[in-house]
């Protein structure tokens, strides 16, 4: 097996395709340095954007290099199926090398990888991301932010350190910290990560691979005409079954990014902001490729607080408000009514109970629905637990309790609301 260290520098980040510099340590089972490579290329791009980056050649410099499609010759031969590639935070220069081969028509290699930031984590027993500076200040590790060579060579010693202190080799190191190997393959790069992490983001990870290699399962039809790059959200991909919608993708030659910035769509659940790249929300693809969607039916857990903590409705804000105005014409008003006050509910309510039936009740009592939690009065649950189960909720409550302490947002249970 050949043991790389790999990381590239990137001239601008809206051109994720633009590499300017690639460094690489050539190394073995043992983590030794056995050769450093440091190569520069032009990135086709009319200046830096790298935010506080200030690299020690200019724009005007790199024009008398090669363009990445010529000088990607050596990562080639280095990047095989027997290659074990480790980077730190890994998916961007994966992310960088695929926009580079889609850039310039460049077939993709395929190679294995191991990040060392989840390296680490694992050591501390903190799952979190931690800058390669910090762990270099650790382990004593000295070398120079972003020259790539450098960087590949502190990664490299940070990974070799760690096996040291748990005396074992990378293969021992693998196995002790249970890291699954990530893979990639057809322009996807298969999630590493370790299983001792906790169980939802080991099952988010097991998910995401298992739907991408589902997707590369798939048989193409030649004369399919679309040939638009998706990239849908993880969370999705872990929370609901989308293999009706894989299959309708790939027949119809659509790609599957694994980074939104070399799809030409992202896929959102909820609604998201911003153009580059257009974002879309998920029924609309489902629309897009005439598959049935049906959130309920999609989930992939039976376990509605999971739902609750992880998801908005599926319906926009504004469908939800047209919804209320029409329930609204078509209701009575009760002699007694008691004229509610702009009301909230809860995502289990709509998974339960359905909102037609809470919109009568408030229709009934002249009360007004709001689709924001902080523009209301009242926030109606399924239950405590409910509430309990949805941090973000918490979080939310408790910091409009602090904007607002005079009146703050009340609480009601689905029975306590009923008996109104």
């Not at 699954?180 to 990560?193: D, P, Q």
């Amino acid at each position: 097996m050949k043991v790389i260290a790999l990381d590239f520098e990137c001239a601008n980040t809206f051109a994720y395709y633009s590499i300017c510099w690639t460094g690489i340590v050539v190394s073995n089972e043992n983590l030794e340095e056995k050769e450093i490579i440091s190569q520069k290329c032009n990135p086709t791009v009319g200046s830096f954007f790298a935010g506080k980056i200030n690299f020690p050649f200019t724009i005007k410099d790199l024009r008398k290099e090669k363009v990445f499609k010529c000088n990607h010759r050596f990562l080639t031969d280095l990047l095989t199926e027997d290659t074990l590639v480790i980077g730190h935070a890994i998916n961007n220069d994966i992310s960088m090398l695929i926009a580079a081969c889609l850039k310039f028509r460049i077939k993709m290699p395929t190679f294995n990888y191991i990040d060392s930031n989840v390296v680490y984590s694992v050591y501390k027993n903190e799952f979190k991301e931690t800058s390669l500076k910090t762990i270099a200040d650790e382990f004593g590790i000295e070398y120079v932010e972003h020259d790539p060579s450098e960087d590949a060579r502190a990664t490299l010693a940070a990974v070799r350190e760690i096996a040291k202190r748990e005396n074992t080799d990378l293969n021992g190191l693998i196995e002790k910290y249970g890291i699954v190997v990530g893979k990639v393959k057809n322009m996807h790069a298969y999630k590493t990560y370790s299983t001792k992490m906790n169980d939802k983001t080991v099952n988010k990870m097991q998910y995401v691979n298992s739907t991408l290699e589902y997707f590369d399962s798939i048989e193409r039809d030649e004369n399919a005409k679309c040939r638009q790059r998706f990239h849908i959200d993880d969370n999705i991909l872990a929370q609901f079954d989308t293999r009706p919608l894989m299959q309708a993708m790939a027949k119809n030659g659509a790609k599957l990014m694994d980074c939104a910035r070399n799809a030409q769509f992202d896929v959102k659940f909820g609604k998201a902001a911003g153009s580059q790249p257009r974002k879309k929300m998920l029924y609309e693809i489902y629309e897009q490729f005439g598959v049935e969607y049906n959130v309920y039916k999609m989930l992939r857990s039976d376990n509605v607080h999971e739902y609750i903590s992880g998801f908005f409705v599926g319906k926009r804000n504004s469908d939800l408000t047209k919804q209320f105005k029409e329930v609204l014409r078509s209701t009575v008003k009760k002699d007694n009514a008691l004229k509610l006050r702009r009301i909230c509910i809860s995502k289990g309510i709509e998974k339960l109970v359905g909102y037609d039936r809470v919109f009568r009740t408030i229709a009934e009592h002249n009360g007004k629905f709001s689709a924001y939690m902080d523009q209301a009065h009242y926030l109606i649950v399924l239950d405590k637990e409910e509430l309990e189960n949805d941090t973000y909720s918490c979080k939310k409550i408790e910091s409009l309790k602090k904007r607002d302490e005079e009146h703050p947002i009340k609480i009601l249970t689905y029975d306590e609301f009923e008996k109104i």
